[in-house]
Structure formats: C-alpha cells, structure tokens
C-alpha cells in the first residue's frame, strides 16, 4: 500500500513557499499518494497536477472567539480531525505560524512531523509571542527543515540535533531556450511591504532616467499596487515602470531581462533570485539576510550592497548597465543541475526515509 503524506500550508495563491510546497508534492506524487491541505480556495496562481488531493480547511467555525483566535482554532481542530480519518506517513508543514498549528494538530496522529521554515527566522512579520512558543512547540517535531546554514543560530540548542538545511529546489528550465536580452530590469514578488518596492523605485528613478531605454517591470500582485501606482506616477515614470501582477511566464520574463533586482528587508531563500542567477542574470540585492552572503557564493554574479547605502546600490546598477554579459547556456544548465541534484538529494532523504 502506497505511503500518504499530507503537505499542509496556509495558501497556495503565490509566494515562494508555495512553489516549493507543489514541487515537493508533485515529485512524491510519483509513488506516493499526496494530499494538499490549505485554507484557502486556490485560485489558479499556480497549477496544482490532477494527481494531488487538494482539502481546503474551514477558518470559522468558533464565532465565540475574536476573529484571529478564531481562525487558528478552526484550523487546528479541522486539521485534526482530517488526519484522524486521512492518517498521514509523513506530515509536512510550511512556514511560520502553518507550522505550529500543524505541529499541535498533528500530534499522535501523524508517524512523522516535518516542518519547513522558508524565511529569515529572526526578521520575519509575525508577532512576538509566535516567536516565543516556536521552539517549543518545534520540540515535537521530528524534523526542523532550513534553508540555510546560517539559520541555525535562531533555535536553542536542545533542537539542533532534530535540524536538516535543505535549499528549494527550482522548476527545470532545460527547455527553456536561451533568448535575447532585453533592456529591461526585472524584480519579482509579492507587492508587499516586507519587498521594499518604494525603496527600489527611489533607487532606480535617476538611474531610468538617464537611460530612457530602459525599463522595470515589478512582478507580482498584493496590498502594495495601489500605494505603488500612485508612486510611480509622483516620480513620473509611468512609461518606464510596469507592475505586471502575477505572470504565467514569469520565468521567459525573467529570462529575457538584464539585471534582477531585490530590496527586501529580509528573505529566507528567495526563489525568485535563485531563478534569475540560473538564468545568467546579474543580480543586486541588500545584505539584509545571512542568506544573500550563502548565495553569492555558488553565484558570484549576486552583487549584496550594505542595507540603506542607495548611492552604491545605484552605482552598482549603473556599472552592470552597460556591462557585456559573460554567462553561456550551458553554464546556466550546468548550474541548475547542480543546484537541483544537491536540492532534491536533501529533499527525498527527509521525505521518503
């Protein structure tokens, strides 16, 4: 009888963490049966393979309580109950506050707890007292998944013997064929305050309008379009500056652009960089992280700038503007192979062991 194992994430409508979440699904499903438990309808952000059961959980059904508590309570005991009747093998949970729920709910129900966090640990929006019960609770975890070395310090030692780093894997592009470059920069994410996009847009203002050849395309959706509209017009560039929302062919974008840009103040191991380094792209972003220090080193071509020094950030841009390109295809193919057999080596030893 075929293994079930049970991803379990608060939403499937865009971010990284979701991408990482269908991949991992989508590689188990090949001998396992796979079940995607949400809450939240996806909504067509990203294409979820026929083989996968999704179950999207109720967020109210304790009207008693405020509508926070209230929400987290429904998840937990929905969550509960559906591995009650659906035992899991293995359960997996992504991210923040998916993972403590789901650790609570999945208690002497599932074989085996995992959870993956994807973010900086120390910089993430979540408030304080989550931060406070996370090691705790993490304590009945059978595995804590990192992405990077340098996260470790973040959880007390009486948890280090239950971590593993593990990188995301990223979708394979060997057919995506190399393309002409664009003079375009390109930034991807949600619209989000956490990304920046107002610091990026000052950034980029004098440097788009020395180079009227030039554009940006912001892509992504979230809260942020409308403050950022209004933004882009107060610096007039509208003609310069696309917010695109969410793009089926995000990746050929990203493909067919110069130079990535990031100014979040803190990412965990943001795909959407990674994706662009394999692609060939130069690449600019603040040292707000530990992983950006990581990354540069399997991709030299990451530029990391000290957070808040915008006149070096636009210098660096200005240099990389006007610079030849040294990356071939093969390179490109070569790093993602890599970069993949190390990713899914990792991956399928905690997932399938």
């Known amino acids: ?35 995607l ?31 926070n508590i209230n929400a987290y309570i429904s998840i937990f005991f929905g969550l509960r109950r559906f591995l009650k009747y659906n035992p899991a093998d293995n359960f997996i949970s992504f991210i923040h ?4 729920v789901g650790t609570l ?26 931060k406070v019960i996370r090691p705790w609770v993490y304590r009945f975890a059978d595995q804590i998944i990192l992405q990077n070395v340098s996260d470790r310090v973040n959880l007390p030692n009486y948890l280090q013997s239950k971590i593993t780093v593990a990188p995301n894997p990223m979708k394979d592009y ?17 619209l989000h305050p956490v990304k920046r996009y107002e610091l990026l847009l000052e950034i980029v203002e004098p440097i788009l309008k020395s180079n009227s050849n030039f554009e940006l395309w912001i892509c992504g959706e979230g ?7 209004i933004l882009i017009r107060k610096l007039e560039l509208e003609g310069q500056v696309k917010l695109t929302g969410h793009l089926e062919n995000v990746e050929e974008v990203v493909n067919s652009s110069k130079i990535f840009l990031m100014t979040s ?56 503007i006007i610079k030849k390109e040294t990356f071939t295809y093969s390179e490109q193919i070569e790093k993602l192979d890599r970069w993949n057999e190390k990713a899914f080596y990792q991956w399928d030893m905690i997932i399938y062991e």
């Open 223 to 229: 809260k942020e379009k409308n403050k950022l509209e």
């Open 265 to 320: 103040e803190s990412e965990g191991q943001p795909n959407a960089l990674i994706e662009a380094a394999l692609h060939g792209l130069s690449v600019i972003c603040f040292d707000t992280s530990p992983c950006f220090k990581e990354l540069k080193e399997e991709f030299p071509q990451i530029k990391t700038i000290q957070d808040g020094d915008i006149e070096a950030f636009r210098t660096t841009l200005s240099e990389l």
């Open 97 to 100: 506050i998916a993972n403590i």
């Open 37 to 67: 438990v949400t809450t939240e309808e996806p909504n067509g952000a990203y294409q979820i393979p026929a083989q996968i059961r999704v179950c999207v959980l109720s967020r109210n059904q304790f009207q008693i309580f405020p509508k």
């Open 174 to 190: 060997k057919f995506s064929m190399p393309v002409e470059r664009r003079n375009r920069l390109v930034s991807v994410g949600r």
């Open 1 to 35: 009888m075929p293994k079930h194992y049970v991803f379990f994430i608060f939403s499937l409508n865009g971010g990284g963490s979701a991408k990482i979440i269908l991949r991992l699904a989508e590689r188990a499903s090949e001998k396992s049966k796979v079940t």
């Open 105 to 130: 709910a999945s208690i002497g129900i599932a074989k085996k707890i995992i959870v993956c966090e994807r973010s900086d640990l120390q910089k993430t929006r979540i408030k304080k007292a989550w």
